[in-house]
Structures are given as C-alpha cells and as structure tokens.
C-alpha cells in the first residue's frame, strides 16, 4: 500500500508525506489506493526512509518501462515541476548512445529529486 501510495504521489508531483496523509483522508484517488486505509505521515515518511534505495531503483525502471512501451515522449517533462532537458526530435531521438546518455541523466535527476532531509525525532 505504500508503494502505490508514494509512486502515485511522486507521479502526480504530492512528495510531502503529510500532503500523502491528508489526500488519504481526502482523495478519492488515494482513498482508494489505501483501501481507505489512513496511514499516518510518520508511517509514510519511515516507509520512504527505510527503502529510498529500491525506490529509486523502482522509479528508474518504471521510467526507462515507459519510454520502451511509447508512453512517455521526448518532450518536456515535469517531475515534481522541475522541466527535465529533452529532445523530441526524430533524428535525435533513437540512437543507443544518445539513449544511454539520456538514461543516465534521468537517473541522476531521480536520484536528486529523491534526496531529501530524514526526518529529525525528538526524543
């Protein structure tokens, strides 16, 4: 369930645990992703900060996915609202170089969006 919650979350540009838990409480979309379950931000943050390193992997994947399969173009696309470089051109797109350029690129930009500040306990 949080899988699904924070994928669908960074797809739709909702990164802040707190916004996940009140879009659950909240949104149809994640109400039903939850199984109307209503995970608290704590919960959600610890999921994040436990598996950062397979979800990154998992975000790269699904991307690279979507690129093979023709869903998502070489245009502009936005993550979280940032433009990420790209080229929609015919004679530019399709060479295994510039593909693997272009793959390494994004990940270093996943890698960077999903950097983020473990949340501090207070004890």
Known sequence: MMLK????GYTTGV???RAIEKRCTEGVELRFLAANQQPDFRSVARFRERHLEA???LFNQILMLCVEAGM???????LDGSKVRANASRRKAGSYGRMTETEAR???EVAQMMAFEPVKRFV
């Open 5 to 8: 919650l924070l994928l669908y």
């Open 15 to 17: 990164r802040s645990s």
């Open 55 to 57: 979800l990154e992997d």
């Open 72 to 78: 998502v173009a070489l245009g502009g696309v936005a």
């Open 106 to 108: 994004l990940a270093g």
